[in-house]
């Protein structure tokens, strides 16, 4: 049995298939894998994100030509064209499925190209198999295994861990490493603040939606934690939560993006900003609560500033603004779906829209 990816790639490349997709379900770790190996691999390696390439207009080719060749396309064919007992490189690209059919199909017809260079192994990540829409050889598929229970119940006291395997779908639920890290972090953060009122916390988790829903809430009850912050400031928060961060995953998953660049970034969510819109008494126990009478304003600064620096909900790097995983947007954009369902006079044409 297969247990490292380094393994895997090592017994693969020795076969008529030498290039390995990586199949699992979101939050199962396929990108803490491939980054690990990076760090670990003594190989020469290569790692691109798919979404992060399309954001930037960049091919795989190009990438790789200008990385690792300095843009001499010949040197970079020589060198890739023989194959030895090991890759001359590694390349991984990783999120295949974070992109449009028109992303990934000018990415399947670059990889077809490299493929051509028998020195050159690719490793690409996915949560579905691009082979069978493109009829792809030399690739050999592999799925990621959920956690095992002694895996599991090592992030968790005794106490924690009964509660777990007393509830079968929560249990099943946190065969997902990503669930599992979600659930540990915000299980301290209920118990502290369960009885607040406007924290509307979803008990028992049941399922990926519940414990999304209570990850959320728990972002406020920390900004409540900090101390010495002004009801003003939680208000803001709560805004933020419910309606401006929902704004934006749909507009992000609307265009099939993880990353906007951040001057575009600025255009939309100075647009949004200024066509929130709150229903009256949306808010009324966190005003009651700590004696509010009126909302706050909000501006392009002051959110940008929360969502980026304070809450770390999406994150700015190299010119990008991002969400951390696609599952977090995928969340947030279906609250999005939810809230205009609910507001709808006509939710049919909604849908279908």
């Known amino acids: 049995t297969l247990t490292t990816l380094g393994e895997l790639l090592e017994e693969s490349w020795q076969t008529d298939k030498p290039h390995v997709i990586m199949l699992a379900d979101g939050g199962m770790g396929k990108t803490t894998m491939l980054l690990n190996y990076c760090k670990e691999t003594d190989d020469a390696v290569l790692y691109a994100s798919a979404e992060n390439l399309a954001t930037c207009g960049i091919g795989i080719e190009e990438y790789l030509r200008d990385r690792i060749y300095e843009g001499d396309k010949e040197l970079m064919h020589n060198s890739l064209l023989v194959k030895g007992t090991r890759p001359t490189l590694t390349l991984i690209v990783d999120g295949l499925n974070e992109v449009d059919g028109r992303a990934e199909n000018l990415f399947i017809r670059e990889i077809q190209r490299l493929n051509t260079l028998n020195g050159l192994r690719i490793v690409v990540s996915s949560r579905s198999n691009f082979t069978l829409r493109y009829s792809m050889t030399g690739y050999r598929p592999t799925t990621l295994q959920p956690l095992e229970d002694d895996q599991i119940s090592s992030y968790f006291s005794t106490d924690e861990w009964n509660r777990i395997v007393g509830s079968v779908s929560l249990h099943r639920l946190l065969r997902n490493p990503m669930m599992v890290t979600v659930y540990k972090e915000i299980c301290p953060v209920i118990e502290e603040y369960r009885n607040v009122e406007f924290l509307d916390w979803t008990l028992p988790v049941k399922n990926s939606t519940d414990l999304f829903h209570d990850y959320y809430v728990a972002q406020l009850a920390l900004m409540m934690k900090r ?127």
């Open 227 to 353: 101390g010495a912050v002004e009801g003003g400031k939680i208000l803001q928060t709560a805004i933020c939560l419910r309606s401006v961060l929902p704004d934006i995953a749909y507009v992000y998953e609307r265009e099939r993006r993880m990353n906007l660049q951040d001057k575009d970034f600025r255009e939309m969510l100075s647009n949004l900003v200024q066509n929130i819109s709150i229903h009256e008494g949306e808010f009324a126990s966190i005003q009651e609560f700590y004696r509010q009478t009126e909302l706050p304003n909000l501006n392009t600064l002051s959110v940008t500033e929360l969502l980026i620096t304070e809450l770390r909900l999406l994150y700015r790097e190299n010119g990008i603004t991002a969400f951390p995983h696609q599952m977090y947007r995928d969340y947030l954009s279906a609250q999005w779906i939810m809230r205009q369902s609910e507001n709808s006079a006509n939710i049919e044409d909604l849908w279908n829209s």
